[in-house]
């Protein structure tokens, strides 16, 4: 193969995208790499060629000329679990692959590798499911040389949404939670789905064909948690079955979240798939794409768990709890400010010598910051602001603080000093905000 070729990778910023266009510059592709941000990607991985690719300003055909410009293939890898914080099923999977099939039509890039999922189809009762079944039928309909991989769990060093789900509920303390816990998965090595997309821009490589890109071996969530827990180092821990009326609360407010802004593996669409069908079959593509996949004990073996691993885990649940916590305390704080606190307010700022309108203003200004603060913290791309801006605010009420009321610092009920904590936990929060 030439090193001239160039490949598109759609979605190269992704869980999946991100190792697909490593494997095919690896293989001796040029890789032009689409992503919403394309700058923040360029600084992950400097050797593609980033273009700006987001699929909701490449709805029509005449939208891709530049990116299919000069590109021999296109690997898409865009996929979103449901609607909200800016991802769209109908965009994501149908609006912007029609208009991406229309253009290579005209543009002459015949092969077109498409990532859709096991369960990729009505029976399964989501909005996803049938989505991607939409695009798969407009690809059989198309005049392209297309090759479709569902790929069953992946697994991989890294870990996104549903991996890193897992991972936090197999580091769980004392028992490991999980709703339901029979439906069974066989979970594939990213190296081997890899492997399978560059297969499948091999000259003769299968055409107008779908595999599902399935592991060897068929596990339960129970199984799976435990191979998790082993690898993390951690001693083992029994299973706690989540009885389906309470995790129904859970589920939705993980959809809740995921309209937020939030995307949330612990959503409804996640469960109905899991229970319709995440296995899909081994052995079709092993023979047809040449690959021989791992087992995840394999996998896990040749990939030992690191403390990042184990913090990565066990801070999974911790920090929604952080910044739900956080924000209740500011925004609630400004509430009783406003509220039953107002006198007791301005009794203390009277004893720091501030009396009258000098009292009302600061006291009504600050209740009005937590509150701004509380609230911007639960909005996902202000979190990580929001968290440095409380511990600024913080750091000015504590200067002000020793200034007029110094005594409080021996106080017995520590105000000055209990607010040190809560900048740590901002600082947390502020830290921790990267997605990919």
Known sequence: MSSARRVLVLGANGFIGSHAAAALA??????RAGARDPGGAALRAPAHEWVDADFQRLVRAED????????????????????????????????????LIAACEAQGVKRLVHLSAVGAEEAAGTHYARTKQQTELALEAS????????????????????????RAMAAFPLAMPVIGGGQRFRPVAMEDLCAAIVAGLEAGAPSRERFDVAGPESLSQDELLRLYRGWLGLKPAPI????????????????????????????????????HDVEGDPDIWVERLGVRPQTLARHLSRHPASVQ?????????????????????WTLSGLITFGAG?????????????????GVLVAGGGAVVDIALGMALLVRPWTAR????????????????????PHYWLDPLGPWLKVVPGMALCLFVAATGARR
């Open 143 to 166: 005049a392209l040389d297309w090759l479709v991989l569902r790929p069953s769990l992946v697994v991989a060093r890294s870990v996104f949404g549903g991996t890193g789900l897992i």
């Open 240 to 275: 706690l079955r989540i009885p389906a009326f309470l995790a129904a609360p859970v589920l939705a407010l993980g959809d809740l979240a995921g309209r937020l802004g939030w995307p949330s593996p612990l959503r409804t669409t996640a469960l109905r798939q899991m229970n």
């Open 64 to 99: 891709w000329s530049a990116l299919l410009s000069g590109v021999d293939a296109v690997v898409n890898c865009v996929g979103v679990l449901q609607d909200g914080g800016g991802d769209s099923t109908e965009i994501a999977h149908v609006a912007g692959p029609r208009a």
């Open 26 to 31: 690896e293989a001796g592709w040029e890789v």
């Open 386 to 405: 929001a968290a440095m801006g409380m511990i600024t605010v913080t750091l000015t009420y504590l200067l002000a603080g020793t200034v007029l009321l």
């Open 309 to 329: 691993d184990v913090w990565h885990a066990r801070l999974w649940f911790v920090r929604p709890i952080a910044i739900v916590a956080l924000s209740l305390f």
């Open 342 to 358: 107002w006198e007791r307010s301005l009794a203390v700022l009277a004893e720091g010598g501030l009396h009258g309108r000098a």
